[in-house]
């Protein structure tokens, strides 16, 4: 099964393929990593596809392209190889249990460039895990745009979508979190009280959450402890059994 | 007032914070220019205050990043300077007709980073611009992620989020695509006959759409042939005027 890492840069994606990789193949399961990112310098996992063979966002730096161009047009240039990368993936996930997805650096390259949209389309019942930072968490209206911001993958990409709160190991509270994430009735309550405009919309967009959304669990994950492992795994699975019902 | 060009890079924020600027200098007004990208290398304009005075991506990727770390990096960088840039902006703002403020080339940048949202938060009423590029519109579902993008964008930044579509001058059929973005119960229409996932998803949430969106016109914009650029303005004005309602 294919189970792809969406975040935002510096959220975590690469260290947690790595680790969750290193967690499943010591539990006996064949795993293959693929690297979406023309960005990046070093990976602790070994790429069984990695896109830097065709292309690197730092050699066309060095041609005269700024960074932001430079990685738009690593990924025009990889539309060439989009078939092959396909079919590559596909062979993989016969071959393998797991075939890990690691997306590009910057989120927004895979899911508003026709690479990452058209891959996503090409591969069979692939489960996203769209990881944030808890820096992000500051208000109870962030809590509602994390929600949301995963609906919106899922729609982008068409590809069942499972929220996952990364780096726990650096949270105090989390239990806190958690009933903001998983309880929309405290959310709403909360979201209530902020009379701005901004608390009007959280509310009426989280009052909207359960009737729009799939049933889906957060997870909360640590590549530095393995917290949440275990439920990654399971929750890939039961995608796979079940096709998306992730209540 | 402040208008806030957003959008991924390649969107045409930058080409666009010039042309229109260039457009009310030659109205008569006064316009500032705020360039926060770190990233890029050359302006189409003569910034007031330019962020590359204290880091570029470029000299930290000298010292060793990755393009996606260096980019992290320079905006972690930028903290320290952050009441700095307020400050300058809200004496500009009130030194000028129009502050200009070109974000950062990657737009999660602008969104998820704190520089970005704790900057919005402390500017008067500002006008964000949401620029989108028609490429990627090419299935029905694709109009509703662009509209529920611009909310989300609102609910982030907590400030009025206009979107627009940007390099009309390329597009053939403006028409068909105008319905699509202002008329809900056309697009719903043809959502309801994509069985897929996906479709189900972007019908209930169009759904909603005219219950959680505040009234918001979608701008088509052109730098090449400045179409728009009128409609801009008076969206500009009406919603300092109004804050707000832009029906």
Known sequence: MIVVFVG????????????????????????????????????????????REHITVEELMKKGYGPNGAIVE??????????????????????????????PGQMETFLFHDFGVKLMENLPSPLVVYLFDPTILRKPH??????????????????TTVP???KVDLIRD?????????DVEYLSARLKLDSSMQGLLAYKL??????????????????KTRIGFDELETVAYEHYCTCGDLT
């Not at 510096?10 to 979406?36: D, H, M, P, Q, W």
């Not at 539309?79 to 993936?89: F, G």
């Not at 989280?206 to 994950?221: H, N, Q």
Request: with cysteine.
């Open 164 to 166: 996952a709160l990364n």
């Open 8 to 51: 935002t840069a510096g959220s975590g994606k690469t260290t947690l393929t790595g680790e969750f990789g290193k967690f499943l193949e010591k539990n006996e399961k064949r795993v293959a990593y693929i690297n979406l990112d023309t960005g990046v310098k070093t990976l602790p996992y070994t790429p069984t596809v990695d896109v």
């Open 206 to 223: 989280c009052k909207f959450l359960p009737e729009v959304s799939p049933p889906v669990r957060v997870l909360y994950l640590s590549a």
């Open 174 to 182: 989390l239990e806190k979190i958690k009933r903001y994430l998983e």
């Open 142 to 159: 962030d809590y509602c745009f994390v929600r949301f911001f995963a609906l919106l993958i899922d729609l982008r990409l068409g590809a």
């Open 74 to 103: 690593s990924y025009d240039f990889l539309m060439d190889y989009l078939n092959e990368y396909v079919e590559k993936i596909l062979e993989l996930e016969k071959e393998n249990d797991y075939v890990l997805i690691d997306t």
